[in-house]
């Protein structure tokens, strides 16, 4: 610790404590502060207390963070930072750590002189998570002391008081979600254990420690990991590019600070025809891009471009490389530190920052230009990779005109498969995606044809993770679902962009088999969605059908079963009903073994079916994820089946 650091450290007490607005609307509207009190909400109560300690470690004062799960799921946290000040704050008439807790958007973030950059300023604070959690201990490691505060529902239970004396510093919170508040509480290591991962990329030389009390082994040691990077966004994005093939031998990677903005890139080429740039702002994940993604574009794109023409390697080429051509195969994460972050665009996590385009295009423009004098094979190959891309875009361009062309054909223009609806409103109407011609006709008789739409498709389609773009809009199948879904490829500016203005259906329901080929294809149709339809789930529109697995007989009594549990569950209570013992057991292999009644009565009819939306809470995990199962790296694939085969349905 530097000696103005400790200057700092010292003067951070109430003083630096800045009140902006109340709780009241907290608890009555929570999903206005955390997105929804599903799943995606309740874990984000962990990321904003988690926020709290990587702002410390920004600021210089913590290096250690760590995570649990109690068996309760309950969560604790706790750092080494410098703990939260419990002295009096004038203004408020009470603790500042009180203030901190029950108080909305109060904290030493929104002071400039106690935090320059400040990654919880895009959440809404630790006092939400205490206003949406029914029981939560604020501990304070501080100036040789140990406080406490406890609370209910953000209310303090007790004034702040001294409980030991301690030669630690640090904050620890421990929080159980209000489960009147939330539809569940139960807590997914995988889910916690990726953003801590995340984190620790993006903040190289802290480490999290992540560890589960309710899984414990034999011997009495709990599941636990502990992130920790040394290199940065340099090893991120080698963990991002495991499973491809690379073009070149390492990522390229620079940092730096220009016009008084940290920039942080890395980037590495592979074979691959899909693009993957992952874009930060103070750790947060800007899916919507923004100013810094502009300016890593405009910096790669000019750069690349003065080089392949200045090498003489463009001049055989008949057509105009495009911006997206110096894209393809390219996987890079751009991370950059704003005092004041303006998001905008529907979900907020799109940056506005004028004053962040230029720094972070000067950056990516000197670290692509030394790396290509440097390096003249791996400068060579990349170029290529451009060229090649650019080609297939030239051929996919017609195949998308043949696509899109059968939009304004005399007539509808729609595949001839798709069994519309009647109701030409978006917002009424859903479409399924059903494997099989078997299956999609059981679905056109048992459907309601007033506001449902069946598209069946046969067998299993592209697997668009390895096809090159031509190619994809080549397939039938790919076609009739870019023709039916009324959505447009292509602009000016990017080829692959997607304009979702005439969406017809607002609900795209994926439907297949509950059995391990089901399985398969509903994974291509949801890579072929992550790939090229992504804005398409980022609006909510994409949902995986989940019809039952069993159906169950005695006498007259049919139920349905969507797991082994239930089934199980089901056996017995039939068991006990009545006098007959027997109990008949159906196993669902395909969609088409259910008569149209049965196939509307538990996976169709909205009053009945459970829909599972599809959303992306962590858009380079899923990259990483979709990478590992569609692309040709076997051994990765294997690993993951091997670890994950306990949670699916396997045919006997």
């Given at each position: 610790?530097t000696?103005?650091?400790?200057?700092?450290a010292s003067?951070?007490?109430?003083?630096n404590?800045?009140v902006?607005e109340?709780?009241?609307?907290v608890?009555k509207?929570?999903a206005m502060y955390?997105?929804d009190?599903g799943?995606?909400?309740?874990?984000?109560?962990?990321?904003?207390?988690v926020?709290?300690?990587i702002d410390?470690?920004?600021a210089?004062?913590?290096d250690?963070i760590?995570v649990f799960?109690?068996p309760?799921?309950s969560?604790?946290v706790?750092?080494?930072?410098?703990?939260?000040?419990?002295?009096?704050?004038?203004?408020?008439g009470?603790s500042?750590l009180e203030v901190?807790m029950?108080?909305?958007?109060a904290?030493g973030?929104?002071?400039k002189?106690?935090?320059?950059?400040s990654?919880g300023?895009h959440?809404?604070?630790v006092?939400?998570v205490?206003a949406?959690?029914e029981h939560?201990?604020a501990t304070?490691?501080?100036?040789?002391?140990?406080y406490?505060?406890?609370?209910?529902?953000?209310k303090?239970?007790?004034?702040?008081?001294e409980v030991?004396?301690?030669?630690?510093?640090g904050?620890?919170v421990?929080?159980?979600?209000?489960?009147?508040?939330?539809e569940?509480?139960?807590?997914?290591?995988?889910?916690?254990a990726?953003?801590m991962?995340?984190l620790?990329f993006?903040?190289k030389g802290i480490r999290?420690?992540?560890t589960?009390l309710?899984e414990v082994?034999?011997?009495?040691?709990?599941?636990?990991e502990?992130?920790f990077s040394?290199?940065?966004?340099y090893?991120f994005?080698?963990?991002?590019d495991a499973n491809r093939e690379?073009?070149?031998?390492?990522p390229?990677?620079?940092?730096g600070?220009?016009?008084?903005?940290?920039v942080?890139?890395?980037?590495?080429?592979n074979?691959?025809?899909?693009?993957?740039?992952?874009s930060?702002?103070?750790n947060i994940?800007t899916?919507?891009?923004?100013?810094?993604?502009?300016g890593?574009r405009?910096?790669?794109?000019?750069?690349?471009?003065?080089?392949?023409?200045d090498?003489?390697?463009l001049?055989k080429l008949?057509?105009?490389?495009?911006?997206?051509?110096?894209r393809?195969?390219l996987?890079a994460?751009i991370?950059?530190?704003?005092?004041?972050?303006?998001f905008e665009?529907q979900t907020?996590?799109?940056l506005g920052?004028r004053e962040?385009?230029a720094?972070?295009?000067?950056?990516?423009?000197e670290?692509l230009s030394y790396y290509l004098?440097?390096?003249?094979?791996?400068?060579?190959a990349i170029?290529?990779k451009?060229?090649?891309?650019?080609?297939?875009?030239h051929?996919?361009r017609k195949a998308?005109?043949?696509?899109q062309?059968?939009?304004v054909?005399?007539g509808?223009?729609l595949p001839?498969k798709l069994?519309?609806?009647?109701?030409?409103d978006p917002?009424n109407?859903e479409i399924?995606?059903?494997?099989?011609d078997?299956?999609?006709?059981?679905?056109?008789?048992?459907r309601d044809r007033n506001f449902?739409?069946?598209?069946p498709l046969?067998?299993k389609?592209?697997?668009?993770?390895?096809?090159m773009?031509h190619?994809i809009?080549?397939n039938?199948e790919i076609?009739n679902i870019?023709?039916a879904?009324g959505v447009?490829?292509?602009?000016e500016?990017?080829?692959?962009?997607?304009?979702?203005?005439?969406?017809?259906?607002?609900?795209v329901?994926i439907?297949c088999d509950?059995?391990?080929?089901?399985?398969h294809?509903?994974?291509l149709?949801?890579t072929?969605f992550?790939?090229?339809?992504?804005?398409l789930i980022?609006g909510?529109h994409?949902?995986i059908?989940?019809?039952?697995?069993?159906?169950?007989?005695?006498?007259?009594?049919?139920?349905?079963?969507?797991?082994d549990a239930?089934?199980?569950?089901i056996i017995?209570?039939?068991?006990?009903?009545?006098?007959?013992?027997?109990?008949?057991l159906q196993r669902?292999k395909g969609?088409?073994e259910?008569?149209?009644?049965?196939?509307?009565d538990?996976t169709?009819?909205p009053?009945?079916?459970?829909?599972?939306?599809?959303?992306?809470?962590?858009?380079?995990?899923?990259?990483?994820?979709?990478s590992m199962l569609?692309?040709?790296?076997?051994?990765p694939?294997?690993?993951?089946?091997?670890q994950?085969?306990?949670?699916a349905?396997?045919?006997?």
């Amino acid at each position: 610790m530097t000696d103005e650091q400790k200057l700092q450290a010292s003067n951070y007490s109430a003083g630096n404590i800045q009140v902006l607005e109340g709780l009241e609307a907290v608890r009555k509207r929570p999903a206005m502060y955390i997105g929804d009190v599903g799943a995606k909400g309740l874990h984000h109560l962990v990321y904003e207390v988690v926020d709290n300690s990587i702002d410390e470690a920004l600021a210089g004062y913590c290096d250690t963070i760590s995570v649990f799960i109690h068996p309760d799921n309950s969560i604790s946290v706790r750092d080494n930072g410098r703990g939260i000040p419990t002295d009096f704050h004038e203004k408020e008439g009470r603790s500042a750590l009180e203030v901190v807790m029950t108080v909305l958007h109060a904290g030493g973030k929104f002071d400039k002189d106690t935090y320059k950059v400040s990654g919880g300023l895009h959440g809404v604070g630790v006092s939400c998570v205490n206003a949406l959690s029914e029981h939560l201990k604020a501990t304070v490691y501080r100036g040789g002391k140990i406080y406490e505060q406890s609370y209910a529902i953000g209310k303090p239970l007790h004034p702040v008081k001294e409980v030991d004396s301690t030669d630690e510093t640090g904050t620890e919170v421990h929080f159980r979600p209000d489960v009147s508040i939330f539809e569940e509480i139960t807590y997914s290591y995988d889910t916690l254990a990726s953003r801590m991962r995340e984190l620790a990329f993006l903040n190289k030389g802290i480490r999290i420690t992540l560890t589960d009390l309710r899984e414990v082994d034999e011997e009495g040691n709990a599941k636990s990991e502990s992130f920790f990077s040394e290199g940065g966004l340099y090893e991120f994005v080698q963990f991002l590019d495991a499973n491809r093939e690379p073009l070149i031998s390492q990522p390229i990677y620079m940092e730096g600070e220009k016009n008084g903005i940290p920039v942080e890139v890395s980037m590495i080429y592979n074979t691959s025809f899909s693009e993957n740039i992952h874009s930060y702002v103070n750790n947060i994940n800007t899916h919507e891009g923004g100013t810094h993604l502009q300016g890593f574009r405009r910096g790669l794109t000019a750069t690349l471009k003065k080089y392949a023409e200045d090498s003489g390697m463009l001049s055989k080429l008949k057509f105009e490389i495009a911006g997206d051509d110096f894209r393809e195969g390219l996987t890079a994460v751009i991370s950059v530190k704003v005092a004041e972050p303006q998001f905008e665009g529907q979900t907020k996590t799109k940056l506005g920052n004028r004053e962040v385009n230029a720094p972070v295009s000067q950056a990516v423009s000197e670290m692509l230009s030394y790396y290509l004098e440097e390096n003249p094979n791996e400068a060579k190959a990349i170029v290529q990779k451009v060229i090649l891309a650019a080609t297939a875009r030239h051929a996919a361009r017609k195949a998308r005109e043949m696509v899109q062309r059968k939009n304004v054909l005399t007539g509808t223009g729609l595949p001839g498969k798709l069994s519309d609806c009647a109701d030409k409103d978006p917002h009424n109407c859903e479409i399924y995606l059903v494997e099989g011609d078997s299956a999609g006709g059981t679905a056109k008789q048992g459907r309601d044809r007033n506001f449902q739409a069946i598209l069946p498709l046969r067998g299993k389609i592209l697997n668009v993770e390895k096809a090159m773009q031509h190619k994809i809009f080549d397939n039938e199948e790919i076609k009739n679902i870019y023709t039916a879904l009324g959505v447009r490829v292509g602009t000016e500016e990017d080829s692959k962009a997607l304009d979702v203005s005439g969406l017809r259906y607002h609900k795209v329901i994926i439907m297949c088999d509950a059995d391990v080929d089901g399985s398969h294809i509903e994974t291509l149709i949801l890579t072929f969605f992550f790939r090229h339809m992504r804005e398409l789930i980022e609006g909510g529109h994409v949902y995986i059908a989940t019809p039952p697995l069993y159906l169950l007989k005695k006498g007259s009594q049919a139920r349905y079963a969507w797991n082994d549990a239930e089934r199980d569950a089901i056996i017995n209570e039939l068991k006990g009903a009545g006098k007959e013992s027997g109990v008949g057991l159906q196993r669902y292999k395909g969609l088409g073994e259910m008569n149209a009644e049965q196939l509307w009565d538990t996976t169709m009819n909205p009053s009945n079916r459970t829909l599972r939306q599809v959303t992306i809470e962590n858009a380079a995990e899923s990259d990483r994820v979709f990478s590992m199962l569609m692309g040709d790296d076997v051994p990765p694939r294997r690993e993951f089946i091997e670890q994950n085969a306990k949670y699916a349905n396997i045919d006997a």
